[in-house]
């Protein structure tokens, strides 16, 4: 089946409407059932869904045809309104992420994500909005996404929050659609604890606070305002740091890109290294580090000498073997290695590698 959410659409150059799947399965001889609507939400909570609600508002008032309008979300469970942390430094969220907000997932434009990981003291679990499409998280800080709106649209965005939009708005301000779905991606992320964290004032942010921590007659703020005194430690269990590793470490085996999985296997990592599992952190830097090698060997074979090639050839084989002992999990990663070293190798390396890990491999996916 299908799901989605199009006041999702974040990804670049494209739009989500059902009506276009339906089309395009009718014009390939496919019936699709007429969509179906749940908005019942069996992940966030509904301090967190009326949050989201207040952009979805904001969305579909001012761009009705931005994305199909759906009934908002409910959530099964009552919980706390986010929080908003205004003039928090970078150094004071250094000290939270290191303590009581250990294993919080940082949002923040996609552009920005990797400059934001370097100011975080290379802290791992830095996501951009569209890269974390998709996932979910316990304790989310969506950090500086007002600061960070461009700044030819920081006024339309403050007349757009603080109600003073005109009735062309859509038509004279279109990127701001994009800007509102993103931060509705933003926030749907978050599970438990959400915080909205400014690290300096701007036209944009200094208006996106008051909106959210205003109250409206017969509905209280969508956000409280909040003091770095008044976190409480957040820090995630043994578990939840287990499963976001195990996650991280899926995604990096799937990913298409070496340098997407080299991230994500150094957050994998992270994340194991917050347990006493050491026999996880253990198979992913076995991973880690097979990626690290095949990216090494991407430069072409002709700049390579004999002593380079016949270094390749004993890492592979190190490699492999690791890999292979840690069993079926890095099947794939063997055969990638494999396919990755397979220019440069002599035909007898070759073959000794194929007869000791390929054939094994082969032959126990016929086995089961």
């Keep these: 089946f299908l799901a989605g959410d199009p006041a999702q659409s974040v990804v670049e150059g494209t739009e989500f409407r059902f009506e276009e799947v339906r089309g395009v399965g009718h014009f390939v001889g496919s019936v699709i059932q007429k969509p179906k609507t749940v908005n019942v939400n069996f992940r966030s909570h509904s301090g967190i869904l009326n949050c989201a609600g207040g952009v979805l508002d904001l969305m579909f ?14 959530g099964l469970f009552q919980g706390s309104r986010p929080g908003v942390l205004l003039g928090t430094s970078i150094d004071q969220l250094n000290i939270l992420l290191g303590d009581k907000l250990k294993g919080a997932v940082v949002l923040t434009h996609d552009e920005s994500a990797r400059h934001c990981r370097r100011l975080l003291n290379d802290y791992k679990l830095v996501y951009g909005v569209r890269e974390a499409k998709g996932l979910e998280f316990k304790t989310v800080i969506i950090l500086d996404f007002f600061r960070e709106i461009p700044s030819s649209l920081q006024k339309p965005w403050r007349e ?30 978050c599970i438990e604890k959400l915080f909205f964290v400014e690290t300096k ?9 008051r909106w959210l921590t205003k109250q409206v007659a017969g509905r209280a703020s969508y956000a409280t305002r909040n003091s770095i005194n008044d976190v409480e430690a957040m820090s995630m269990t043994s578990d939840e740091f ?31 290294e917050q347990t006493d599992i050491i026999e996880l952190a253990a198979k992913a830097r076995i991973h880690y580090s097979s990626v690290l090698f095949r990216l090494e060997i991407q430069v072409p074979n002709d700049e390579k000498n004999s002593n380079d090639v016949a270094v390749i050839e004993m890492r592979a084989a190190q490699l492999m073997e690791s890999l ?4 079926l999990f890095f099947e794939v990663e063997v055969l990638n290695i494999f396919s990755s070293m397979t220019p440069f190798l002599s035909e007898y ?15 126990a996916g016929r086995e089961e």
């Design 201 to 209: 004032s701007s036209t944009a942010g200094d208006a996106s606070m």
């Design 242 to 272: 287990i499963s976001e590793g195990i996650n991280n470490a899926e995604l990096a085996q799937a990913a298409m890109d070496l340098d997407q999985s080299q991230m994500l296997l150094e957050r994998s990592i992270w994340c194991f």
């Design 160 to 189: 757009l929050v603080l109600g003073r939009a005109t009735q062309d708005f859509e038509h004279s301000y279109p990127l701001v659609a994009t800007f509102l779905k993103l931060l509705y991606t933003g926030v749907t992320r």
């Design 349 to 363: 390396a070759k073959e000794e590698l194929e007869k000791r890990f390929i054939r094994k491999i082969q032959l």
């Design 61 to 74: 008032t001012h761009f009705p045809s931005s994305a199909k309008q759906l009934k908002k979300d409910k």
């Design 324 to 327: 292979t002992k840690e069993g």
